[in-house]
């Protein structure tokens, strides 16, 4: 149950399964794909020694080379590859696809393979992006291809696409699970039913056995926990994501005032990157003295390396330099980013806004949080959308609570300068994920028991105030793994076959032996991977196994985005 | 020798053949068929009518098939004990006896040479490097503190701990994996339809199991975590032995769909294909033959005697039926006239895109073959002309282009093949010698046996790094005829580059001769940094990486210092036309380096011309001069040693210091362009060495 190793399986005998000097062909999804989990210095040591787009025209014949590749069987794809097959470039042609074909696709390209020059066609499942060894994403930018059609409903292209990516992955892992979503949610359960008759249908694919009862797919829909994507979070990546952004696991540096001139771009990666693999989940005190560790170390060998006197000290500095010069990439590469961050923090006045934030979203003190909030409007040194999040926190919090002044503060906002179409945005995410639309009691304000445990919680103090929310989501894999409040959970998470009985954790058998796939429909943040990174290692001599996936990452900003492209009626 | 039944089906004998040629494929062994035949013992021949069954089913039943078929027929010919044959037969390698020398070629060809174990051993390659690197980073972390001052009680290296760790049994018993996890008390197995009592616990996830459900071993951290070869044998239980395994994602293949759908469409091409190009051939000999008779003076006779000479191949449809050109639809008048595709006979135009003229040559006057330098203009229609460009390159494709690039590829190839064969029995030596001769162990000091042996690997091995970066470099030189091929060159010289990188590291893994050579002692004095274990790391490793790789400008100081005794002599003296010239008179010239560079100096670089032979000139370089005095008068020794040495040697090592100050000045700007101030600095110091170094020599001469 890694993401990140179930992908680069399937790369690595994509390029290992030829020898040969060779060229990959990729598309435009199989591009950022790849770059995720394989890096050129890898392709180059197993002989692919170009690799190019299916879709650039103006590639040079040569006919010594192998041409592998790797592309999703999509209409344009397909064309792409008709057109290379009737004019061939290359020598031989070994073909994957990174999902299902369908026959006609086959018999298409059959027919124009008149030079018979293909040697393979292949179905390989490396259909997603595997973000880190917990996470991945289908790839549904909202920019490029909108999630919902009209309301809460699928948009079918994203519904297609999405089907397509969860069962590559299922494929990828060998996994018929039992398929769980979320009862309020219509986009869960059609999804689920789509990937159910799926696997019902390519049963020789799935395995025609009855689904393992260890092995559970959950369908969470993103409307009921909105608090979530809307907070400023403090550890480093998805710091990173939140207020510069990270696509594809590429960082664009061109708009950091202090980046070095050459520096446009830098990648982030879990697998290549020591450092960041570290520090990755730190939060944002602990990683300015974690970073500080690092400089310092790199800078002891500096000055080891430094100290040249004489010809053997030559000779070592020499020899260790390729070492040592990667090393210095990587430093400079993290300083900066850290540099850049704290330089945002300290100018939009993050703290001041998370304080509110974290307040907003824990505790229940209206008045108090009222008067902060007008506070904070009236700072015109705050920048207007982190106290559009903040009303919006608010309005979810306080939607039912007797004097809500949602309106008041919209007209606040609006008063001070901010945009109409944000101001709006509030309204757009109260239709999509306001009370009525939830099923669970994320604030813990609805009833007498859940508040009564909310003032126990606040009672106990927190260590940090920064960080006291946690994730909806963690609390919930939390239950379902240990089996605790079963009936709730069947309730609210029921099986779509319900023939099938999910299989309880009782105390006597113990946690073992679970796998979890969590799918979040609407984006995930980095949060959410956080907590199940921290759930896995946890339980990991259980042999309890979780993995998150999502339609998107989300970062606040493409989260309200999305949603205020969307008609909620 | 036995001979096969009688009863000798058709069947068979083709399976036989097809193991012969296999076998005369693998071997260069090419023997009548009809004799070996005649040879081949009855226990072969049913083995090979197996395969040949089993040979039916789908490739990879092929592939089992053969396998297990050579098992059994080599089994079965030591049980059959055709014992003189055996004798004489014996496998070369392992030994084993073979009934024929079919069966043997056969034994070779699929245990010897079978393309599985070269993938095992390049694993095992993997893994040892990864053993070595570690080893060699615990060096220089010993290094390091020797140079601190610091105390090195703890300088044991991870290879050694792991080395001892790996001869116990469990790790969890010996104490190295915690316990903490362990289930103290259970009723039953933890295998829930088990009902037996539990006797031991699963190191992985520690539940307590009975014996039959706990049999697998995997090898874990000391947190309990599954790590790769570096861990600890441990014993788990079957389920988590399972559930750990690499999980190998689904796969399905369409190519056999895809083959048959295509075989139809394929075979039509090809007929069309074969069919223009016949009548293309005639068309060639009717233009032949009209050149030859038609003599009519008068130029439209001519052409209508051609034309009537084209159709007597293929008929032309009538210009009255068509008004427009039946690709673009342009209507004929008198701006666009009507032209006949001489290949189809269809009425078109002449715009571009509709008529190509093809040249085609015209048949030789003797009718032997076609002229290579007349040809006739043979006016084609689209269609037609894709045809035919398909089927030539349908012919040209059997033909490999680019036959340079191919050849010097497959040298690199198989240098590669070479360094994979040889690496991981030289790591295996270099880690036992490193550690016989770490300070710890009581070796003495004549006692390194393997250190010979290591030695001719060593140069082996460099002799094929050397090689793959000749050629590499060759590859990045070759014209290119497009900016593809240029990018291809250049990519497959990054890739050998980042491949030497990798592999060569290990070779500094030799520790030095307890004897040293006596040309050396002289400047050991001068420079304390040699003694200690990173000092003595020889940096051959870097001569051969290429431009833009941060490598060594020391070239091979190298072969001086290691294994000097063993290898000295014959690389040191060795001058001029072998293909590893320059580095066997750089070894020479950094052992002068070596010897006379010690004490420090400093002053900015001289432009490159004070290096060239000619005398500078005084008022440009006045400077640098009285840096050099001053340095000469710091350590006048130098100047002594310099002068001593023989004027071709000075020559020698005057080429290698020009060519390492070249490369340190490109590092400096590379370093002064990507803002690594710290890296110029430090480079900038040993530039200056190099000059006054340099200017000594130069003097001296």
Redesign the interface.
Known sequence: MDVL??AQ??IN?IITDTSG?KVLLLDRETTPMISLVSTQ?YL??K?V??VDRIENQQ??T????KCICFVRPTNASIQALIDELRSPKY?DYYIYFSN??KKSM??L??????????????????DFYAVTSNLFHIGLVPAQHPLFGEGHSWNPGALARTVQGLSALL????KRPIVRYERNSAMALKLGQELEYLMNHEAN?FGTQAASTTTQLLLLDRKNDPVTPLLTHWTYHAMLHELIGINNGRIDLSQVPDA?G?VKEVMISQDQDSFFKQAQFLNFGDLGVSVKEFVDSYQAK?Q???R???????????????EF?KL?GNVSKHVTLIGELSRLVSARHLLAVSELEQSLACNEQHSTDLKALRALIADARILPENKVRCVLLYALRYERAPGNATAELKQLLSSHGVDADMVATIDVVLRYGGARERQSDIFQNENIFSRGRNIFKGLQGTENVYTQHTPALAETLEQLVRGRQVQHWQERLPALDPATAVQVPTSE??L??QDIIVFVIGGATLDEEMAVARLNSKL????VRIVLGSTCIHNSQTFLNELSATFFP | MSHTSPSQTPMRKEALTRHVRRAARGSLVSVPEASIESEVPPQVTRATRSQSASGKSGIMSIENGRRSTVSLGADNGTASAAAVAAERLRCPICGVAAPSLFALNLHLDDTHFAGESNVVRREAAQDDLEEVKSAILGL?RG??RA?RGLSSTDSDNSADTRAESTERRDGADSGFVTRE?WQQEAARC?E?ACGAAPTINCR????LMCAQHCTRQLRLSAT??VVGRSGYPCRVCN??AI?TA??????????R???H??RR??DA?ALAGTRIERRLERLAVVHGEWQRTSTSLIAGARRRALQDAEQTVVVWQDDAEVSSCFLCERAFGLAARRHHCRLCGRVLCNGRACSTLLAVPLPQRDGAGFSQTEHADIRSCRECTHVVE?HR??I??AA???PE??RL?EHIRSSMALVEEYLPTFNALAIRLHRSNSPGSNASPGGLPDLPRAARIRKQLTAAFAEMDQVSKRIAMLPA?????S??HS??R??VA??L??HMFPL?MLPRPPRRPASMLGSNS?????E?P??S?P?S??TSVGPG??????AA?SDCSDVASVEESSTANDSGNSPYADRSSSAGAAKT??QS??G?ASGLASSLLSLTRSKPKPDAFGEHDERVRQALAADPTKAHRIASMPTDEKLASLDVLRDQRQRVLGYIGEAQR???L??A??LQ??LD?LDIELSLIERSL
């Open positions: 190793k179930a399986y399937y005998r000097m210095s180059l040591s002989e020694f170009l590639r040079d040569m006919r010594h080379l020598g299902i074909l086959i018999e390209l059959a027919e124009n393979d008149e030079n018979e020059v293909v040697r393979e066609v292949q179905e390989f499942y490396a494929l990828s892992m060998k694919l070095r050459e500096t080891s390396h430094h040249i006197e004489s010809i053997s000290d030559m000779k070592r500095f020499v020899e260790t330099y390729p010069r210095s058998m113990g073992r032996s990991a001599a259980q042999n | 220089f290094a390091g140079m996890h933890g829930p992985l996830c520690g539940r309990a975590q389920e988590c559930r690499l999980v190998e994602g689904q796969t399905r293949s369409h190519t769909t895809f083959t759908l295509r469409t394929a091409a398909r390159d349908r040209a494709r490999p282009r680019a690039l191919m590829y005829a497009s900016a593809g091929d990018r291809l990519a497959i990054r890739a980042q491949y990188q990798l500094t001068a420079e304390p940094m040699v200690s990173a000092g790391l940096s490793v870097s790789r941060p490598t060594t400008f020391l100081a380096l070596v560079v010690g420090a990507e803002r690594r710290e890296d600095a430090s110091t040993s060495e």
